[in-house]
């Protein structure tokens, strides 16, 4: 059976080498991103949970301090917006694992506990349409439950959704009245997140601890294409690997000598530079 054009006009990959370029148009399979944006977020009084040993503490706590926090994970979901052709909500959820410092009593020493902060957001990106089922033999074929038609979780068409977000900034705690219809997310929390805290998390009784952390994140939708693009060669090592030595004296014949040490600079060579202590003293 002959084979079907299907691209006449398609470049061809073996004689667009120029004289001017010294490089060949190679097809390439990547993740296009169609649509990103980025934000600042001050996440203000989100409440804490906490299991139910360290919430005795908090119960009984006079003040709070924040340490820091950092992401354990998220979950991200993708939506096509109605009546938006091409347009996708991207839904993101946050687990934040926070460490405080809880004080029972003025003058007391503190007690260290960590807690589970939630937070969630929703962002609208353009994310083109797509129609077709890419299948792969490196990834398993898993049909979703309920469906009539049995289709492939592999094989949707919308587009890819990537968040990328920073260390959180830990900016304050403080003590609240428990609010029990905040205390808990509306979404079951991941069994991870739960594992993250070696314990189950309880809501809270008549304090609860409110913190404030700073995010900054990058949403984008992406898709897998095909694009073309200049290749000048492969990325050949241009340096041999360096073999470990267990020989001090070996170790220490390459460190040069230290003759700033020996011969200070001068004051007009340390008035050249723009940061100080470049020349070993400080800027009073």
């Known amino acids: ?22 490089c060949d148009a190679i097809c390439i399979d990547a ?33 709070v301090r924040i340490n820091r926090a950092n992401v354990i994970t998220s979950t991200v979901e993708v939506e096509p917006v109605a009546f938006h052709r091409g347009f996708y ?16 009593s003025n003058g007391a020493l503190p007690t260290t506990v960590n807690g589970l ?7 609208v990106l353009y ?11 490196d990834k398993p074929v898993k049909c979703e439950k309920n469906d009539r038609d049995c289709s492939c979780s592999s094989a949707n068409s919308v587009p890819k959704a990537t968040v990328q977000i920073s260390s959180p900034m830990a900016l304050s705690a403080k003590l609240v009245n428990c609010k029990p219809c905040s205390s808990m997310p509306c979404k079951p929390i991941p069994h991870c997140v739960c594992d993250y805290f070696c314990g189950e998390l309880v809501p809270c009784k008549k304090k609860q601890i409110a913190v404030t952390i700073g995010i900054f994140t ?4 992406q898709r897998n294409v095909q694009i073309m693009i200049p290749s000048y060669d492969f990325c050949v090592p241009r340096k041999e690997c360096c073999v470990k030595t267990d020989d001090p004296c070996e170790v220490f014949s390459k460190i040069e000598f230290p003759t700033d040490s020996f011969f200070p600079r001068k004051s007009e060579e340390c008035e050249k530079h723009d940061n100080p202590f470049e020349c070993g003293r400080e800027e009073e």
């Open 1 to 22: 059976m002959p084979d079907v054009s299907y691209g006449s006009e398609q470049m061809p990959l073996n004689d667009d080498r120029t004289p001017d370029s010294g």
């Open 31 to 63: 993740d296009r991103i169609y649509d990103s944006c980025g934000a600042k977020d001050c996440l203000s009084d989100l409440p804490l949970m906490f299991t139910e040993s360290e919430q005795a503490l908090v119960e009984n706590a006079c003040s």
């Open 89 to 104: 909500s991207v839904d993101m959820t946050f687990y934040f694992s926070v460490n405080c410092d809880v004080y029972s």
């Open 117 to 123: 902060a939630v937070y969630g957001k929703r962002v």
């Open 127 to 137: 994310g083109s349409d797509g129609s077709v089922k890419s299948f792969s033999s």
């Open 218 to 221: 990058i949403t984008r939708l």
